[in-house]
């Protein structure tokens, strides 16, 4: 059974709203009167948001993808959640793409810069988890300046990943392109390929 890919569309348009969130606390258009909280907030929109990357190519099967979502609520080994993943589908991860223009030809390229790697999702989505639970009082200061300079960093790098971007989902041999707001509708949009990538 092919896999509905306005599923896949649906939970982009999710992380559109949370980023929206993000940036939205990030600009203190919304505030609270306890900056910890702030940025606690912060943190628990980062990790929705990287959870939702890492398990978008499964939501077109929805036990499959309601099996690792639990994962996520109960592990603190998201290196291993990784992996489950990765072995349901190995092309689990946006690969970031940008228009280019050669001899007057519009090309589509891969972005090899700025972009935020597996890597480094699976670092921030812990030290987000390790901030969203009560502090030990003898335990080092909640590291407000360390959040307030990295969590732009990291939205940027998740923009870069996912402006546009090609996918396979779960059990399908095409590709899509995706773009986070297609020009004409300014809604996620998602075009299907062959079954070479684009």
């Known amino acids: 059974m092919k896999p509905d890919f306005q599923e ?3 939970i982009m348009e999710e992380i559109k709203k949370r980023i929206e969130v993000i940036t939205a606390l990030l600009n203190e258009k919304i505030n609270f009167p306890y900056k910890t909280v702030q940025i606690e907030t912060l943190l628990l929109q980062v990790r929705m948001v990287l959870e939702l990357v890492a398990l978008s190519t499964l939501a077109a099967n929805k036990e499959v993808f309601e099996a690792n ?3 996520f609520r109960d592990s603190w080994r998201v290196s291993k959640i990784i992996k489950d993943v990765e072995k349901l589908n190995k092309d689990f991860y946006p690969i970031p793409l ?3 223009q050669k001899d007057g030809v519009e090309l589509l390229d891969e972005v090899t810069s700025g972009r935020m ?3 480094e999702l699976i670092k921030i989505h812990g030290q987000c988890g390790e901030r969203l639970h009560a502090q030990n009082p003898y335990d080092q200061e909640f590291p407000i300046e360390y959040f307030e300079k990295n969590i732009p960093n990291w939205m940027n790098k998740i923009m870069r990943l996912l402006a546009l971007h090609k996918i396979r989902l779960l059990n399908d041999d095409i590709f899509y392109l995706v773009y986070m707001e297609d020009p004409q509708t300014k809604n996620v949009g998602m ?8």
């Open 69 to 71: 979502q639990k994962k």
């Open 191 to 198: 075009y299907a390929y062959g079954n070479k990538s684009p």
């Open 8 to 10: 896949y569309r649906k």
């Open 117 to 119: 790697e597996l890597s």
């Open 98 to 100: 940008q228009h280019t």
